[in-house]
């Protein structure tokens, strides 16, 4: 180490599996040493030196699932790369990983190429999922082409029939060539046929507005898919990790495939470690619609267990930036309503304050959930998601003790809502850098220049 261009000093430095008192040097952009506390920097430096006394010293967040401008059926989500990865860093999380979801008649390569083209007009780094829906003789191919330009992660769903769900064919071709280039099937499981009956029982009844969304795609419909999969991932030996996993008993067949010794992970959403579907009889059950839905308050209890247990292996936001009016067109029909809730922006704090001040999860834990095991699983560890020497300077100050209350106002998403508003917050983010720049200073955006790279996804690293 020569010299440095910036220093952290007086904080408690917070990874994966350790915290302590430490300062952090910053050059070129990157982690240079974390030292002990009042080391001097090296001679010939001089440093901007930033006071993190009192405050937790913790890698930038990585969301692993986010939607950027995602078109569904008649509906595409309002923000671009800049307005999410505003939102984004002002709520902690440094890097965005999103889905490159081909429209009709886009090749899956050639969504990638367009999204990754965006990447440019983010505050922050982005990674990429890709999609594929359909397998034909030139899918290997492409998978390969995807693979080299960085992007290991390919988005799969069981459901939304004629439009993103791949069958079980396509499935298992697509686990095969993944595990052939180092990657990975990301999915989403819910069995299309039980929603499918589910829907046309609640529309007989007259029931299938907004305020019946939870009976619409019911516990079953993920958990019977949870399992058909499991047993594709298994016959061909291939990693799989599934998106929101919203009940205990998927999640606990994730683990358990895990024990068996299969490279199985579950993630779990914010929405549904925190509200229940006590929301659907509320004011605006529209604006809660998402997939799946929103469970009893007992299923989030018994799901949230499993941040202590370490069966959840990563929390994301599944964020999906729909506004109130996109969400009322269709109130009284859930089959024709976008799915989906904002939250890139609001995933930190809420997890935050809901289980590290409210219920005693470490906040070890809560690094290794938002941040290291999500770099992990998309192939950007220890680029991102950790504080170590060579890593992206990529890093938040968190004040653990600050008191507030969530405003849709207040914040910087491209809509006019947000699923937690009024709640009361402890801790949230004071200043943040990116690639050791400061982009949030005193919770305010001090520099709004895009800055953002698409950042290429190595190999998974997967875990038992």
């Known amino acids: 180490m020569s010299t440095v261009d910036l220093v952290v000093r007086g904080g408690t430095v917070v990874n994966a599996g350790w915290q302590g008192e430490a300062d952090v ?4 952009g990157r982690i240079a040493a974390l030292v002990t506390p009042g080391v001097p920097v090296p001679s010939g430096s001089h440093p901007e030196e930033i006071d993190a006394t009192g405050l937790l010293v913790m890698p930038g967040g990585v969301d692993p699932h986010c939607h950027v401008g995602f078109t569904s059926g008649e509906f595409t989500s309002l923000d671009d790369y800049s307005q999410c ?3 984004a860093v002002l709520g902690g999380t440094t890097t965005i990983v999103d889905f490159a979801i081909p429209r009709p008649g886009q090749s899956p390569l050639d969504a990638v190429e367009q999204r990754r083209a965006a990447a440019a007009e983010g505050l922050c780094d982005s990674a990429l999922h890709g999609c594929v829906v359909e397998w034909d003789d030139t899918t290997a191919d492409q998978l390969h082409e995807m693979a080299a330009l960085g992007v290991n992660t390919i988005k799969m769903f069981t459901t939304y029939r004629g439009e993103t769900m791949a069958d079980e064919h396509t499935v298992l071709r697509t686990m095969k060539a993944m595990r052939a280039t180092g990657g990975m099937v990301v999915i989403h499981c819910e069995a299309d046929h039980i929603i499918d009956e589910a829907q046309q029982v609640c529309g007989a009844r007259g029931e299938a507005g907004a305020e019946h969304m939870a009976a619409t795609r019911p516990e079953l419909a993920e958990t019977a898919s949870v399992a058909e999969v499991l047993a594709i991932a298994e016959s061909v030996g291939a990693p799989v990790y599934f998106v929101h996993q919203s009940t205990a008993e998927a999640v606990e067949l994730v683990a358990a495939a895990r024990r068996r010794g299969q490279s199985a992970y579950s993630e779990a959403v914010a929405h549904h470690l ?11 059950p529209e604006r809660f619609v998402c997939c799946p839905p929103l469970r009893s308050r007992e299923a989030v209890n018994n799901l949230s267990r499993h941040l202590f247990t370490g069966e959840i292996s990563t929390v994301g936001s599944d964020h999906c930036c729909y506004d109130t009016g996109q969400k009322e067109e269709y109130r009284h029909d859930v089959r024709a309503m976008p799915n989906g809730l904002p939250g890139v922006e609001t995933r930190l704090p809420v997890v935050y304050s809901s289980y590290v001040e409210g219920r005693g999860l470490p906040v070890t834990r809560f690094v290794e959930l938002a941040a290291a095991n999500p770099a992990r699983l998309n192939g950007l560890y220890p680029r991102k998601g950790v504080l170590s020497p060579g890593s992206d300077a990529d890093i938040v100050l968190w004040d653990p003790a600050a008191r507030w209350t969530v405003r849709s106002q207040d914040l910087h998403m491209a809509t006019d809502y947000t699923p937690y508003e009024g709640m009361e917050m402890t801790g949230r983010p ?35």
């Not at 925190?274 to 605006?284: A, I, K, P, Q």
């Open 25 to 28: 040097f910053v050059a070129e």
């Open 274 to 284: 925190v509200l229940d579907e006590s929301v659907y009889t509320g004011e605006h």
């Open 85 to 87: 990865t505003t939102a």
């Open 430 to 464: 004071r200043t943040v850098l990116v690639g050791g720049r400061v982009v949030v200073r005193d919770g305010e955006l001090v520099d709004a220049r895009p800055g953002g790279r698409s950042v290429p996804s190595g190999p998974v690293e997967t875990f038992c």
